[in-house]
């Protein structure tokens, strides 16, 4: 686990589970404004709404005092917030980055994000997940009354140095670096508790967490439970995950049936057919959002993080995923997701006569339409995608959970829709074909600039290591290139 994870496992930590955002909110809030020697954030996401505007003013406060505070926040996540909102919390002096805005210089460098959520404070406090800071982390169903669930962890311990060594990383590639005495080691933390943790730091290219699932897959026993916000898994984790279930291990899958970025929830359900077949278990869940990334093995290895299982989140992006080794840690998450399935419905499947159909047994609560109540509030929510795919995606849902056969249905609505629209696109560009030829112009153009912009940057870096080396450097090596 250590080499495949580039993760050292610590010993003597305390851990909390923080469920949802309220209860994350709470912690971080209450840890920033205890702090006396520094404040770290990191976040995704970072809304200037109510939630925004109370970190803000925490923030803001704890700087005015003097206390060093230093956040990241990504540029394409937050991209919707205004600037005077940065500007404010610069002039309280807070020293906020923007975390891989574009450039010319490297123009496939938009595909990296740093998705990580992490508050760390003072060398002895830090906690990580996948809350973000904004107001949607409030809301509540208004049909069943279930929370946007969500799940982050607070850690106090040795671990700890592990966590700002992520921000650091970061933080460094940002501007200038880390001051030397915001940067404690895992030996100058003192011990808080008795769990052995590894936060395991994912960077671009490096599929960390990919290789501890797929490690995990290969010891689980008896039970491995998964819950995820926007799953379209790579082909090695999907052979093993359907390997365990036909080994008889108990798999299980926790998936949102509302998702706030609509166009993954229509693909995801694309790929259940042979994992179900496989014997692996699939429910969704019943509230707003379910946007957690967490797992548990055989109640000893949980993992809670900011890693969504898909190319982005295990390939692309920063990321960063606290697994603890504890029988006590695992016992409360297993807790946990057994609450969460109770508030899930199962996609369950059977064969007759070769057919795959849907199963004739009671229906998994909470059993019900999606209300338009429920999907006004997904459309409102900052980020959900374009209009016509999430309403493409919403009509899916919609008959999805009134049918008496819903993959089948779901499967058939998807077939549908990527007919019609296809039929759609081919009469319009008969009769006018300038309705696609300027599109496409667009996109070919749009490659085209950067394909030229990389390889003149290519160029440039490859002839700049020539000269600095005197000329006698025959690699083809480009220094200056990066990519996944």
Same mark, same amino acid.
């Given at each position: 686990?250590?080499?495949?994870?580039?993760?050292?496992?610590?010993?003597?930590?305390?851990?909390?589970?923080?469920?949802?955002?309220?209860?994350?909110?709470?912690?971080?809030?209450?840890?920033?404004?205890? =702090? /006396?020697?520094?404040?770290?954030? #990191?976040?995704?996401?970072?809304?200037?709404?109510?939630?925004?505007?109370?970190?803000?003013? $925490?923030?803001?406060?704890?700087?005015? #005092?003097?206390?060093?505070?230093?956040?990241?926040?990504?540029?394409?996540? @937050?991209?919707?917030?205004?600037?005077?909102?940065?500007?404010?919390?610069?002039?309280?002096?807070?020293?906020?980055?923007?975390?891989?805005?574009?450039?010319?210089?490297?123009?496939?460098?938009? +595909?990296?994000?740093?998705?990580?959520?992490?508050?760390?404070?003072?060398?002895?406090? =830090?906690?990580?997940?996948?809350?973000?800071?904004?107001?949607?982390?409030?809301?509540?169903?208004?049909?069943?009354?279930?929370?946007?669930?969500?799940? =982050?962890? @607070?850690?106090?311990?040795?671990?700890?140095?592990?966590?700002?060594?992520?921000?650091?990383? $970061?933080?460094?590639?940002?501007?200038?670096?880390?001051?030397?005495?915001?940067?404690?080691?895992?030996?100058?933390?003192?011990?808080?508790?008795?769990?052995? $943790?590894?936060?395991?730091?994912?960077?671009?290219?490096?599929?960390?967490?990919?290789?501890?699932?797929?490690?995990?897959?290969?010891?689980?026993?008896?039970?491995?439970?998964?819950?995820?916000?926007?799953?379209?898994? &790579?082909?090695?984790?999907?052979?093993?995950?359907?390997?365990? =279930?036909?080994?008889?291990?108990?798999?299980?899958?926790?998936?949102?049936?509302?998702?706030?970025?609509?166009?993954?929830?229509?693909?995801?359900?694309?790929?259940?057919?042979?994992?179900?077949?496989?014997?692996?278990?699939?429910? !969704?869940?019943?509230?707003?959002?379910?946007?957690?990334?967490?797992?548990?093995?055989?109640?000893?290895?949980?993992?809670?993080?900011?890693?969504?299982?898909?190319?982005?989140?295990?390939?692309?992006?920063?990321?960063?995923?606290? +697994?603890? !080794?504890?029988?006590?840690?695992?016992? /409360?998450?297993?807790?946990?997701?057994? /609450?969460?399935? %109770?508030?899930?419905?199962?996609?369950? +499947?059977?064969?007759? @006569?070769?057919?795959?159909?849907?199963?004739?047994?009671?229906?998994?609560?909470?059993?019900?339409?999606? @209300?338009?109540?429920?999907?006004?509030?997904?459309?409102?929510?900052?980020?959900?995608?374009?209009?016509?795919?999430?309403?493409?995606?919403?009509?899916?849902? %919609?008959?999805?959970?009134?049918?008496?056969?819903?993959?089948?249905?779901? !499967?058939?609505?998807?077939?549908?829709? *990527?007919?019609?629209?296809?039929? &759609?696109?081919?009469? *319009?560009?008969?009769?006018?074909?300038?309705? *696609?030829?300027?599109?496409?112009?667009?996109?070919?153009?749009?490659?085209?600039? *950067?394909?030229?912009?990389?390889?003149?940057?290519?160029?440039?870096? #490859?002839?700049?290591?020539?000269?600095?080396?005197?000329?006698?450097?025959?690699?083809?090596?480009?220094?200056?290139?990066?990519?996944?």
């Amino acid at each position: 686990m250590t080499r495949v994870s580039d993760a050292p496992l610590r010993g003597g930590n305390e851990l909390g589970l923080l469920k949802n955002g309220p209860a994350t909110y709470e912690d971080w809030l209450g840890a920033i404004e205890s =702090a /006396e020697r520094w404040v770290h954030l #990191e976040n995704y996401i970072f809304r200037a709404d109510k939630v925004g505007q109370r970190f803000g003013e $925490v923030l803001a406060a704890k700087a005015r #005092e003097g206390v060093p505070v230093r956040v990241l926040y990504d540029w394409f996540g @937050s991209m919707d917030v205004p600037r005077s909102f940065w500007d404010e919390l610069r002039r309280a002096g807070v020293e906020a980055r923007a975390v891989n805005p574009p450039a010319l210089r490297e123009p496939l460098d938009f +595909l990296r994000r740093d998705h990580r959520k992490l508050v760390a404070v003072d060398g002895t406090y =830090a906690s990580a997940g996948g809350v973000c800071i904004g107001d949607e982390w409030l809301r509540r169903s208004p049909e069943t009354g279930l929370p946007y669930r969500d799940t =982050a962890v @607070s850690v106090r311990g040795p671990a700890v140095a592990d966590l700002e060594r992520a921000f650091a990383g $970061v933080w460094d590639q940002s501007g200038p670096p880390l001051p030397a005495g915001e940067r404690p080691a895992a030996g100058d933390v003192p011990p808080a508790g008795e769990t052995e $943790v590894r936060v395991v730091i994912q960077e671009p290219g490096k599929a960390r967490i990919l290789r501890v699932l797929e490690l995990l897959m290969a010891e689980v026993e008896e039970r491995m439970w998964i819950a995820d916000a926007y799953f379209l898994s &790579v082909p090695t984790l999907t052979q093993s995950l359907m390997a365990a =279930a036909r080994d008889g291990v108990d798999v299980r899958i926790l998936l949102p049936a509302t998702n706030d970025l609509p166009w993954i929830g229509f693909f995801s359900r694309i790929g259940y057919h042979q994992l179900l077949e496989a014997g692996v278990r699939i429910y !969704e869940y019943g509230g707003l959002m379910m946007h957690a990334k967490t797992n548990v093995a055989d109640g000893l290895w949980g993992r809670v993080g900011s890693t969504n299982l898909n190319v982005s989140g295990l390939l692309a992006n920063w990321e960063l995923d606290i +697994l603890a !080794e504890d029988r006590s840690f695992g016992s /409360e998450m297993e807790a946990m997701f057994e /609450e969460d399935l %109770a508030d899930a419905r199962e996609i369950l +499947l059977r064969r007759t @006569s070769g057919l795959i159909r849907r199963a004739r047994l009671p229906r998994a609560q909470p059993e019900r339409p999606i @209300s338009p109540a429920e999907r006004q509030i997904q459309r409102e929510t900052p980020g959900s995608g374009p209009r016509a795919v999430a309403t493409a995606s919403r009509v899916g849902n %919609a008959v999805l959970t009134a049918s008496g056969d819903p993959l089948r249905t779901n !499967e058939s609505a998807i077939g549908a829709t *990527l007919a019609a629209g296809a039929l &759609v696109a081919s009469i *319009l560009g008969a009769r006018h074909p300038r309705l *696609l030829a300027w599109p496409l112009a667009a996109v070919g153009g749009l490659a085209g600039t *950067l394909g030229l912009a990389y390889t003149a940057q290519r160029a440039w870096s #490859e002839r700049a290591a020539k000269d600095a080396s005197g000329g006698d450097d025959e690699s083809t090596g480009s220094p200056g290139a990066s990519g996944l």
